[in-house]
């Protein structure tokens, strides 16, 4: 088996239970609380036609003042070959036994609607590897990449895509093996190397699952 993957299944699931004090909601807020600042800027449109009341932006839709995937590119990747070259040892990207896998879930609200931003502003992300926000309007066309940014990969997931990524310097024998696997078993499949991962779990896989999925499926696997 395999030791040194990491395995994000995030399940969109329906909010279940609350949690009310006096009148107060003491859960947790998604995808913040409402004081907090989004760090993103407001959208701005100079087409009126791309304005979409559930995203802000219409997603699909190939235009050069927003997003046609070819202008303005470097805002969200500088052409830096360090994201997927591998400089170090590669003996220190090597399975380790000891090291298992991590399986994560994220509880999304069925009401969620990630916005949509066009390519004259940038998008940040609060973690290495999300798994739902804002992202540009076009997702990239399913299959293998040199490299292929967050913010492009991250709507694929929206549609139902499995994400590979896998760090540069992981064990290429083990890097093909995956990528089989991925290709011989689903054709929305988005992979591409990604050099944040860590020396311990130099694979990730992640999947936006229906509830009926993680609830009858996963369990179930031996």
Known sequence: MLKNIVLLCIAVLNAQGTRMSNGY??????????????????????????HDGKHGISMGIVDPACDDAKT???IDWFMNPENYTCYENRRLYLPKSTVHPIHSTDHIPPEYSAPHKCMNESIEYGEP???FGTHRPLWAIYGEYTFVPIQRWLHNLEHG?????YHPCANKNQV???????KSCLYKHVITPYDQLTVERVNSFIKLLSIEIDTFFIPKRP
Request: charged share 15%.
């Open 176 to 182: 093909n093996f995956l990528k089989k696997m991925v």
């Open 25 to 50: 909601w003491n859960g947790k807020w998604f995808p913040h609380a409402p004081d907090d600042m989004d760090s993103n800027p407001a959208a701005s449109l100079r087409n009126h036609l791309l």
């Open 161 to 165: 895509a499995v994400v590979m990524l």
């Open 72 to 74: 303005n590119l470097a």
């Open 129 to 131: 590897i999300p798994t």
